[in-house]
């Protein structure tokens, strides 16, 4: 599909998906819903488009963090240390079973991970008001760790994931929630973008283009979070996570 297209219309194809999922990302996640088919549709396999989608959205979670810094300092620093050590061990181990999966394993499952992650996202506020009062608290970090590895190993739907997390354990504050998901995607992300790359996972060129674009992007998209309606943002994330399910399931 891809032959059809000149060199130059895929890199603003990449170029556009990353600075689209640096913004996506800062206000509700799912920015690699866009990076990673962009790096598919231009003709990337879909193990070193993982890879090369989560370093090019790596940086765009530090500007957005940076964007949230005030929330971020509101939170007891002995919260944010665990749960930065628990998103990088998880980002570690995941990236170590990304490595040793067969690619056509992967290619397969990638369909399932990017709806159950949509799914998820658009369950938790319906989940939490079920479970309110019933020791939320008590999972609210070993269920970091889980979606940890899972962002190590697939980063599509990360930032929706850990969003549904803090929903579900009880952070109401959906501002307090973006600070704590770009910080600890930031965090998990950095860690086995690096693993990724002295595996020799990643398309550096395409990296370091979509990286710079993912950052500016992640800047505009923190300003505009506390701006835009909750709604519509919970609306664009799940049509957006749907949509790419139903491209990826085409492709079996």
């Known amino acids: 599909m891809s032959a059809a297209w000149s060199s130059e219309a895929l890199w603003l194809l990449t170029g556009g998906a990353a600075f689209a999922a640096g913004v996506l990302n800062a206000i509700a996640g799912g920015g690699s819903f866009l990076t990673f088919p962009a790096l598919v549709f231009a003709g990337v396999p879909p193990l070193a488009a993982n890879a090369t989608s989560a370093m090019a959205v790596s940086p765009g979670y530090l500007g957005s963090t940076w964007g949230f810094r005030s929330e971020l300092k509101a939170l007891p620093k002995s919260l944010l240390q665990r749960e930065v050590v628990i998103a990088a061990s998880g980002g570690l181990i995941g990236a170590g079973l990304l490595l040793v999966t067969p690619a056509s394993v992967f290619s397969s ?144």
């Open 109 to 252: 499952l990638v369909p399932w991970l990017l709806l159950l992650a949509t799914a998820l996202f658009a369950a938790g506020p319906w989940l939490a008001q079920r479970n309110a009062g019933q020791g939320r608290q008590a999972w609210r970090q070993p269920g970091l760790m889980f979606v940890a590895i899972y962002g190590g190993y697939f980063n599509g739907g990360l930032g929706i994931l850990l969003m549904a997390l803090y929903t579900l354990t009880g952070e109401a504050r959906l501002n307090t929630v973006n600070a704590l998901k770009n910080l600890n995607s930031f965090v998990l992300s950095l860690l086995s973008v690096l693993a990724f790359a002295l595996a020799g996972a990643i398309v550096w060129p395409q990296a370091v283009w979509m990286m710079v674009l993912a950052t500016a992007g992640g800047w505009v998209g923190a300003r505009l979070a506390k701006r835009l309606p909750v709604q519509w943002v919970r609306n664009l994330v799940i049509i957006t996570g749907l949509s790419m399910s139903i491209v990826f399931f085409s492709r079996l």
